[in-house]
């Protein structure tokens, strides 16, 4: 197989990943960090405080801190998960290592988020309201787009997520080669 043709199979196979790793709903994503997230808030509250844990429910002096889907921000995760997809001429060990560092650092912001939101919860911080919707408007985005970049710098990535893999198809597709024959048809 040619250059061309292992590009254009790279292509298929990423975004195929992409595809089947959100069905359904982004389950895989929900499934595996709804553990990675509720365990660490709930250990870091007991530094501070007796809760008990039922489910996604954190239980301290009568006051639940339930961990819904929404604060598990799996689909944060898949965002990271396409923008890393989506970039093409990245090998293989290193795109693990990005997708690894990507997740781990969500994790451990989205972790500190829950626990901060939580310790105001509990103390009843006149300040909670606000700052939820603080984090869930603007440092969500904030959160993603800034690990994205960090890894596009330390990595030295050189590609554009997308437009780099539609620039190539369309430089090997038909239509470009369509359109160079009738521009030289002209002349």
Not at 5 to 24: E, H, N, T, V, W
Not at 56 to 76: D, F, Q, R, T
Not at 164 to 178: E, M, Q, V
Request: hydrophobic share 55%; proline share 4%.
């Amino acid at each position: 197989m040619d250059k061309t043709g292992k590009q254009f199979k790279d292509i298929l196979i990423r975004y195929a990943i992409l595809i089947l790793s959100a069905l359904p709903n982004l389950y895989l994503f929900y499934f595996v960090f709804t553990f990675l997230t509720i365990y660490p808030v709930y250990f870091l509250i007991s530094l501070f405080f007796e809760p008990s844990l039922m489910g996604n429910i954190i239980l301290v002096n009568k006051i639940p801190i339930e961990i819904i889907p929404a604060c598990i921000s799996g689909s944060a995760y898949y965002l990271l998960f396409i923008l890393n997809l989506s970039t093409p001429n990245i090998r293989i060990k290193k795109r693990i290592k990005m997708i690894f560092l990507a997740f781990a650092s969500l994790l451990i912001l989205n972790i500190l988020r829950i626990f901060l939101l939580s310790m105001m919860l509990i103390t009843g911080s006149v300040w909670f309201g606000i700052t939820h919707m603080f984090f869930w408007y603007v440092l969500s985005v904030v959160f993603v787009l800034g690990i994205w970049f960090l890894e596009v710098k330390f990595f030295r990535i050189k590609q554009i997520p997308f437009y780099s893999d539609l620039k190539f198809i369309y430089k090997n597709s038909s239509l470009k080669k369509s359109k160079s024959s009738k521009s030289a048809n002209k002349n």
